[in-house]
């Protein structure tokens, strides 16, 4: 396991409450399109990052993380595991504060290197099924 529910509880509790999706777009078939909807239900602020910049559940999207304007808490990354250690790399760049990989992203080596930065770190779980699980209703 890569991150303890302690951790999780940490980063969906205190890190803040704006959260990008790398990945999401419009396809509403998409999985982080459906997560993305849950995070909002939840109270977090989604900001969509995909190449196509489009504006998802209200939110301007962007290409990247380092075209949002403002600061990011929290990287939910929707991306294959050989793109996903690029884009830690990118949050780390930018001063989020923890890094979530979803179900079935891994990158051991990214994990690391984000861990050493300083970074909170939750690889191969959904916060859409940890939500629910491990934060107190609001």
Known sequence: MYADDETVRRILQDTGDTWAVVGLSGNRSRAAYGVAEVLQR???RVVPVHPKAEPVHGEQGYAS??????????????????????????????????????????????????????????????????????????
């Open 42 to 44: 939840f109270g977090k």
């Open 65 to 138: 993380l380092a075209d949002i304007p403002f600061p990011v808490d929290v990287v939910d990354v929707f991306v294959n595991s050989d793109l996903a250690g690029g884009v830690a790399d990118d949050a780390v760049a930018v001063g989020a504060k923890a890094v979530w990989f979803q179900l079935g992203v891994i990158d051991e080596k990214a994990y690391e290197r984000t861990r050493a930065a300083g970074l909170a770190m939750v690889m191969d779980r959904c916060p859409a099924i940890e939500i629910p699980r491990l934060a107190p209703q609001r």
